[in-house]
């Protein structure tokens, strides 16, 4: 029967271990740069995301400054878009008179008008973009004071 060596198992299970234990280490490592990397790639796009969104800000403030310059003689190639502003423009203030007078027929009824009813998202750059419309009910008084009509002012917007 052949004699069995445990100092010889000994030494491979050891030196397994050690091989095992380095492999561990090189893929710990590996694994840790490999994150930092995609860690960084993810920064990095979020970055760039940032820096298009800037792009997009103030090619539309170089666009509306345009607009607010030159849209009486816009250059050939922008006189198309300076069109299409001034037509929408145009379309929100019909919309605009259209319903002032529905407001007007609601009020004229005794129906109540709620204040955002001409209120479409505010157009910052419409014909009416800076005028805030105020409306005012005047009364008579009779010779003792009284208001004839029995209201009183009332300011809306």
């Keep these: 029967m052949p004699k069995f060596d445990f100092g010889e198992l000994k030494k491979k299970a050891t030196a397994a271990a050690e091989k095992l234990a380095e492999k561990s280490v090189e893929l710990a490592k590996s694994t840790a740069e490999k994150t930092k990397q995609l860690s960084a790639i993810a920064r990095l796009n979020a970055e760039i995301m940032s820096e298009k969104e800037n792009i997009k800000k103030a090619q539309l403030q170089i666009g509306k400054t345009y607009y607010e310059l030159f849209r009486e003689q816009p250059a050939e190639e922008l006189a198309e878009y300076c069109i ?9 203030a019909a ?26 998202g505010g157009s910052e750059s419409g014909p009416d973009a800076s005028v805030t419309t105020v409306e005012i009910e005047v009364t008579e008084e009779t010779a003792s004071g009284d208001e004839a009509s029995g209201g009183e002012a009332d300011e809306n917007k």
């Design 84 to 92: 299409k502003i001034d037509a929408a423009n145009e379309a929100i």
């Design 95 to 120: 919309k605009q008179e259209q319903i002032k007078r529905l407001k007007e027929e609601l009020a004229a009824s005794g129906q109540p008008v709620p204040d955002d009813a001409d209120d479409a």
